[in-house]
């Protein structure tokens, strides 16, 4: 049974930092895309930062530049998103997502999401 578990979200005031960590098992993920999305109340899901199994390159949405960093560590199986200067509109609940495909099929699970927070 693959599972896909985020953690790290909390409440935190503007300017502060907060890394989330998205845990896998079942699948290995380095050999699967994977992505941070966010999603505000009201608002539609959008992509944060997303990395790609093959090389680690890396893609941010504009807003997160310069101050959001994803990096996965094979050896634990997991995606971190580092966030830096957190702003309030940075609030959210933050999804992990791990998408590969083969001739076969195509493999994409998600996270349950976890509460990120900015207020003072």
């Known amino acids: 049974q693959v599972q896909v578990v985020e953690s790290g979200g909390g409440l935190v005031q503007p300017g502060g930092s907060l890394r989330l960590s998205c845990v896998a098992s079942g699948i290995m993920l380095s050999t699967y895309a994977m992505t941070w999305y966010r999603q505000a109340p009201g608002r539609e899901r959008e992509l944060v930062a997303a990395?790609?199994?093959?090389?680690?390159?890396?893609n941010y949405a504009d807003s997160v530049k310069g101050r959001f960093t994803i990096s996965k560590d094979n050896g634990k199986n997991t995606v971190y998103l580092q966030m830096n200067s957190l702003k309030p509109e940075d609030t959210a609940v933050y999804y992990c997502?791990?998408?590969?495909?083969?001739?076969?099929?195509?493999?994409?699970?998600w996270g349950q999401g976890t509460q990120v927070t900015v207020s003072s």
């Open positions: 997502n791990a998408v590969r495909g083969d001739s076969d099929a195509i493999y994409d699970y």
């Open positions: 990395i790609t199994s093959i090389g680690g390159m890396t």
